[in-house]
């Protein structure tokens, strides 16, 4: 059996090129990406979705892959996977935001241990927001959905030389503000009921000058946001949500206004 060029460039570029997208994604979205899964198994992660997703795609450009337009499209490939990826990284980043916030409004920002997922140092309260928004989008079969998304971007926008629109990666920017509006959300309850009452407080230090308020206020103020962060739990799981959706209709903005 003989084979031209053409032919293998062929091969080659039908695997490869879905590879890049796959692995971009993976490389950067939230969970897939955690530290504390091992590159192998991501490595073994990224190869069987590309497997899986092949038959799914309808055609590969016949490009030489070390050629300038094969470099393009790798590249093209690279980017949609790494725009997708990080929309939804933008909204476990809001939690982490969140949890920040809150942790320092009760005193315990200087709380901090190495984040598993991310190989960081982050506040326990992010810590603890960020498990609970991954349980939650597992529940929701957020996973399942990216996957679905990740099958959906090869139809909508197919391997080629140009991917996606510069006007439509405006959404990665917008979505920025996005991600801080949501952290202010989560925190808003938390953040409003301990202004209230740092400000008693406030009000008791002017009246009893002699009182020790430091001695007095931490403890209160951490037993108050812990139990503020307690009943606030059915709002965050409300924005979990919220936050969750918008993200994957701005994936679907940005794959030309599916899903």
């Not at 090129?17 to 897939?32: E, G, K, M």
């Not at 399942?144 to 439509?168: N, T, W």
């Amino acid at each position: 059996m003989l084979l031209n060029s053409a032919e293998i460039a062929a091969w080659v570029g039908s695997f490869l090129w879905p590879l890049t997208r796959v692995a971009a994604l993976v490389s950067v979205a939230p969970i897939f990406s955690a530290r504390m899964i091992p590159r192998r198994v991501r490595l073994m992660l990224v190869l069987a979705l590309t497997w899986a997703i092949l038959p799914f795609i309808k055609s590969t450009p016949i490009i030489e892959p070390l050629s300038p337009a094969g470099v393009l499209v790798v590249a093209q490939q690279i980017l949609i996977g790494l725009s997708m990826g990080f929309l939804f990284r933008l909204a476990f980043t809001a939690l982490e935001l969140g949890g920040l916030m809150i942790a320092t409004q009760i005193g315990l920002g200087f709380a901090s241990l190495i984040d598993p997922q991310n190989g960081t140092q982050s506040p326990v309260l992010s810590q603890f927001y960020t498990l609970l928004g991954t349980l939650v989008f597992l529940g929701l079969n957020g996973h399942l959905m990216l996957v679905q998304l990740l099958v959906d971007s090869f139809a909508v926008l197919p391997i080629a030389p140009d991917g996606v629109d510069r006007d439509l990666l405006w959404i990665l920017v917008t979505w920025a503000s996005r991600m801080f509006a949501g952290a202010v959300l989560i925190s808003l309850p938390a953040v409003a009921s301990l202004l209230v009452v740092n400000l008693a407080f406030g009000v008791m230090t002017r009246a009893a000058p002699q009182l020790n308020i430091f001695s007095v206020g931490f403890p209160i103020t951490l037993i108050l946001g812990l139990l503020i962060i307690l009943y606030s739990l059915p709002t965050l799981l409300h924005q979990l949500n919220n936050l969750f959706s918008e993200a994957f209709q701005s994936v679907g903005q940005l794959l030309g206004g599916t899903g």
